[in-house]
């Protein structure tokens, strides 16, 4: 690892920690404190939790010093709405971080996991919906001629980086500095318990910026496997940034020279924004996908597609796990992709989108501050202007947590089909008051 991105990993970690002391505070003495609502299940479960589970709880909802307001816990959820174990309900904007894009127990799904629950789930075969998943998959996505199918999303990062150096007998790989790719050692934000072995052969370049890419696979050289890249840039704590179509044809042309996979981490905005692929619109196939979170309307899936050419390289490495062949939440994925495909869902997305970012601009200047709202209408982000520390952002979404509406300050939300107008509108209305609220104060 160069020196430079070195330091960028350790800035990472103290930014995290520090997070996380606050979350600690904040989940002994601070939670739901805006509005006193009936939080004692919440406290109760965090409190039990601390004894048995290092930390309480752990990875990023351990760092809900995002929140003075929303709850750690969740009972059930409900098309665009979920509800608290003290009987709170919130208009959801975080949809299960991702992952839950048609609306929580959309009929559809829930009735093919019955079914296959019916039949069985863990088998000692693979089950036979298995072949139909990568079946449609191959057909939705562009550049996929076959599909490998695992848990979450770290593992489809980690399986296309390995099938990539299979494939060219090289060892570097390049990514975003301060993108997320997932939890394993290799690309973790967090370096406790991680060598410097560990990410030996990664080197960073900065997103958007095609001439520090070619630097970074200048001192690659004829070692670079690959380059991994989101399709637009996600990081936490910072304004989302939208693709430069130039950057990600230069990504493409890079790897073409050089003979890298070009990976494109599709696991936050698969499926979500275009089926086909989240660079469809920009005019860049990637050889290798990475996807997780949307694929099967919150059951736990993964997926690697991959292009002819890297074929022979994903049959010769060795990838699996005890629940990698799991039916039910294959049969969730077919259920999902088949909604989405069959219906305007995707449609229902961007608009609610654009009516939740229309309506909170006209809030926002109505109340005399300015926003900055970046990223996909898909998957919003919303930071008062000049607000770098995110303080006045999270006492406004700690405002509207207050009021039933969960936005996070600085993680993007996630939009789905369930959100009607009505749904929008609703929360707009809430949304006004946590302005008014910080008015006031
Ligand atoms: N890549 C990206 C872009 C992600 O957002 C995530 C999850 N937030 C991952 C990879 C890792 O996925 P998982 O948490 O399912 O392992």
Not at 6 to 32: D, F, Q, R
Not at 58 to 77: E, I, K, N, R
Not at 115 to 120: D, M, N
Not at 428 to 437: C, I
Request: net charge negative; hydrophobic share 40%; charged share 25%.
């Amino acid at each position: 690892m160069s020196e430079m991105s070195e330091m960028s990993e350790i800035g990472e970690i103290g930014e995290i920690g520090e997070v996380s002391e606050v979350s600690e505070a904040n989940a002994m003495n601070t939670v739901n404190t805006v509005n006193a609502v009936n939080n004692k299940n919440d406290l109760r479960l965090a409190e039990r939790s601390r004894v048995v589970i290092p930390g309480g709880i752990y990875g990023h909802m351990a760092v809900p010093g995002f929140s003075g307001t929303l709850p750690q816990y969740m009972a059930y959820g409900d098309g665009c709405r979920v509800t608290d174990t003290d009987g709170n309900t919130f208009i959801d904007f975080l949809c299960g971080w991702g992952p839950v894009v048609l609306g929580h127990r959309h009929p559809a799904v829930q009735r093919a996991v019955d079914e296959q629950l019916a039949r069985g789930d863990c088998l000692n075969g693979a089950p036979p919906v298995m072949v139909e998943l990568a079946e449609l998959l191959v057909d939705t996505v562009a550049h996929a001629d076959w599909a490998l199918l695992a848990k979450n999303g770290t593992d489809a990062t980690t399986a296309s980086v390995t099938i990539a150096r299979a494939a060219t007998g090289r060892r570097k790989v390049l990514m975003a500095r301060g993108s997320y790719h997932g939890a394993a050692p290799w690309c973790t934000p967090v370096t406790e318990g991680v060598t410097p072995e560990d990410r030996a052969h990664l080197d960073y370049f900065e997103f958007n910026d095609l001439e520090s890419v070619r630097a970074a696979a200048a001192r690659a050289g004829d070692d670079l496997a690959a380059v991994v890249v989101c399709p637009h840039r996600q990081d936490v704590h910072r304004d989302q940034e939208l693709t430069d179509q130039g950057f990600a044809r230069g990504l493409r042309e890079l790897c073409d020279r050089t003979g890298a996979a070009l990976i494109l981490d599709d696991v936050r905005c698969g499926f979500r924004l275009d089926l086909a692929g989240s660079w469809e619109p920009l005019g860049v196939r990637p050889d290798l996908s990475a996807w997780s979170k949307a694929i099967a309307n919150g059951y736990a899936l993964a997926a690697v597609t991959g292009t002819d050419a890297l074929r022979d390289a994903a049959k010769r490495i060795y990838t699996t796990g005890s629940f990698w062949f799991s039916a039910a939440s294959m049969a969730a994925a077919v259920a999902t992709l088949t909604e989405l495909r069959e219906t305007d869902a995707l449609e229902r997305i961007a608009r609610a989108g654009r009516r939740l970012r229309e309506g909170l601009a006209a809030q926002a200047s109505a109340h005399g501050f300015e926003v900055i709202q970046s990223g996909p209408v898909q998957m919003p982000l919303l930071r008062f202007a000049g607000d770098d520390d995110f303080s006045l952002t999270r006492r406004w979404t700690d405002e509207a947590g207050a009021r039933g509406v969960y936005v996070h300050p600085y993680h993007n939300w996630f939009l789905g089909a369930s959100h009607t107008d009505a749904d929008i509108d609703e929360a707009l209305e809430r949304t006004d008051g946590a302005f008014a609220a910080l008015t006031r104060r």
